[in-house]
């Protein structure tokens, strides 16, 4: 018998074994985690669901998170503290960055103040309202750097929205697209999650990760349904994701 209502299923049940490659656990270096207590938090909340394996990516921004490598080592080492003293041996975590497409990206790239994620990727975004002015010149200049260029959460850039043809540009301009996955549940806003399953839709997504910043966002992805098509859709993705980041 046909039936009018769509089974739904909880994205977590799936995320089990998943390497997170974008989020803001780190403590005290950004608009994430503030403490080491806020970090295990985080990270306890994510065991619950099994993920234990992390790469941090506190911002790199001008005038609002100016961290540099040796910033973010110290912020990691503090956390990797933290998890020999409550014996958390079981999560692994090392430390990259979310870097802003700015006027003083072209510089950290030349004087090799990045962090790359696993050695060869590195995660890039640009404001929410308006493009990067120097965004292709950048991505050429990554390239020429034998690295490749991760766009965070292309979803949630407003001036994107309804253009999936500057997408397919993107991917043609050798850039890589990182899907956040709370943007599928309509957490940011109907436009961004109209814009995800856009994306899904027309099989341009590479990446997901959490993005997550704090235990109400945790929360919020404990609590996520989705329609199964949905997930048989994203599940291809979450592989890809730990095949190619996990240790």
Do not use: W
């Not at 009018?4 to 799936?14: A, E, P």
């Not at 949905?230 to 994701?241: G, S, W």
């Amino acid at each position: 018998m046909f039936s009018f209502f769509t089974k739904k299923k909880f994205l977590i049940d799936y995320l089990e074994g998943f390497v997170d490659i974008h989020n803001h656990i780190l403590p005290g270096i950004d608009d994430g985690a503030k403490t080491v207590e806020d970090s295990l938090a985080l990270i306890k909340g994510f065991a619950e669901f099994g993920v234990t394996d992390f790469i941090c990516t506190p911002h790199i921004m001008e005038n609002y998170y100016p961290n540099t490598p040796k910033t973010i080592r110290n912020s990691l080492m503090l956390l990797q503290n933290a998890l020999k003293k409550y014996d958390l041996s079981k999560v692994y975590i090392e430390a990259a960055a979310e870097h802003m497409i700015d006027s003083g990206f072209e510089g950290r790239l030349e004087e090799h103040k990045i962090m790359p994620l696993a050695d060869n990727y590195i995660l890039i975004e640009m404001s929410y309202l308006q493009p990067s002015l120097n965004l292709y010149d950048m991505v050429e200049k990554i390239s020429e750097n034998k690295l490749y260029p991760i766009l965070a959460h292309p979803e949630r850039y407003n001036f994107l929205h309804g253009k999936i043809k500057s997408f397919e540009e993107f991917k043609k301009k050798g850039m890589l697209l990182q899907l956040n996955i709370l943007s599928v549940s309509g957490y940011y806003g109907k436009e961004v999650q109209k814009t995800a399953l856009s994306l899904l839709d027309n099989n341009l997504l590479d990446f997901v990760a959490t993005d997550i910043h704090n235990t109400r966002q945790l929360t919020a992805l404990k609590e996520m349904e989705l329609k199964e098509q949905t997930i048989d859709v994203l599940k291809p993705i979450i592989e890809r994701t730990t095949y190619n980041f996990r240790k």
